[in-house]
T-cell receptor
Framework: KAGVTQTPRYLIKTRGQQVTLSCSPISGHRSVSWYQQTPGQGLQFLFEYFSETQRNKGNFPGRFSGRQFSNSRSEMNVSTLELGDSALYLC???????????FGSGTRLTVV | SQELEQSPQSLIVQEGKNLTINCTSSKTLYGLYWYKQKYGEGLIFLMMLQKGGEEKSHEKITAKLDEKKQQSSLHITASQPSHAGIYLCGAVNAGNMLTFGGGTRLMVKP
């Protein structure tokens, strides 16, 4: 079966711009989580969506937002980009915690 | 919030040697996940442990969960260059959030 698909794989943006990243979960998975990974901070939890509702949120500023559609696909948006937002953004989908989380290949965002 | 500390942060071993990576939680573990990551890529699921004392193996990798110590260990037997990468432990807290430790970077010298 198809895995978790993240698009685009690479992205270069300018400071002050906004960006939207997409994540298509495994068919049947209703939970989608987003993570930011940087060399300095490691893998940090952004938010989790389940059945179109945000269920959990990490400690990130309001410039980071997300949403989930009725088909479970999810998008995250970062507004007013800063250099420090350069990172690998990963999403993971799950049926439930007992079933584990499957990760996508990530989107590498570079802010210049 | 739940914090996971991994040790060591990095490890260089000679091919064929055994190694152990540890993951210690600041709070009770409800479930512990081990993932492997190649640089710049997504995480590959290795194993999930849920019960105290549970031990699972896959090929040459064995993971154990010591619930009383809020600790898990990942052991690789007879390491190979294909084992190189970053190993991450993750845990689900009471709020159903999956968070990760800082990772252990493993290099295997041929």
């Amino acid at each position: 079966k198809a895995g978790v698909t993240q698009t685009p794989r690479y992205l270069i943006k300018t400071r002050g711009q906004q960006v939207t990243l997409s994540c298509s979960p495994i068919s049947g998975h209703r939970s989608v989580s987003w993570y930011q990974q940087t060399p300095g901070q490691g893998l940090q939890f952004l938010f989790e969506y389940f059945s179109e509702t945000q269920r959990n949120k990490g400690n990130f500023p309001g410039r980071f937002s997300g949403r989930q559609f009725s088909n479970s696909r999810s998008e995250m948006n970062v507004s007013t980009l800063e250099l420090g937002d350069s990172a690998l953004y990963l999403c993971a989908s799950s049926l439930g915690t007992a079933d584990g989380y499957t990760f996508g290949s990530g989107t590498r965002l570079t802010v210049v | 919030s739940q914090e996971l500390e991994q040790s060591p942060q990095s490890l260089i071993v000679q091919e064929g040697k055994n190694l152990t990576i540890n993951c210690t939680s600041s709070k009770t573990l409800y479930g512990l996940y081990w993932y492997k990551q190649k640089y710049g890529e997504g995480l590959i699921f290795l194993m999930m442990l849920q019960k105290g004392g549970e031990e699972k193996s896959h090929e040459k990798i064995t993971a154990k969960l010591d619930e009383k110590k809020q600790q898990s260990s990942l052991h690789i037997t007879a390491s190979q260059p294909s084992h190189a990468g970053i190993y991450l432990c993750g845990a689900v807290n009471a709020g159903n959030m999956l968070t990760f430790g800082g990772g252990t970077r493993l290099m295997v010298k041929p």
